[in-house]
């Protein structure tokens, strides 16, 4: 079974900088993209950044676009969230997700890392 390992998450001011990790663990699989989604209290879960295991292809949402980097490792078990000029409005728990080749969907999932900006 694979499992997603988020951390990084953390408690820090407005305009700071936090670095998200995500490694897959247990039997190898195939991943035909991996990416970062978030939720906020009482709102939907969102996305926030996807890359392509292949061709390293990225998508941001638009607000985050110019300020988050999504990265990935050369094995594709691994995907990093660099997260610049934070805002309170980035608050939220943020999971990591795989999509397996042959998946329609995101369907592997972690347990999520919480993530607070301080106004």
């Known amino acids: 079974q694979v499992q997603l390992v988020e951390s990084g998450g953390g408690l820090v001011q407005t305009g700071g900088s936090l670095r998200l990790s995500c490694v897959a663990s247990g039997r190898p699989f195939s991943t035909y993209a991996m990416g970062w989604f978030r939720q906020a209290p009482g709102k939907e879960r969102e996305i926030v950044a996807t890359?392509?295991?292949?061709?390293?292809?990225?998508y941001y949402a638009d607000s985050v676009k110019g300020r988050f980097t999504i990265s990935r490792n050369r094995a594709g078990n691994a995907v990093y969230l660099q997260m610049n000029d934070l805002k309170p409005e980035d608050t939220a728990n943020y999971y990591c997700?795989?999509?397996?080749?042959?998946?329609?969907?995101?369907?592997?999932w972690g347990q999520g890392t919480q993530v607070t900006v301080s106004s």
């Open positions: 890359i392509r295991t292949s061709g390293g292809n990225t």
């Open positions: 997700a795989a999509q397996n080749v042959g998946s329609a969907d995101y369907n592997v």
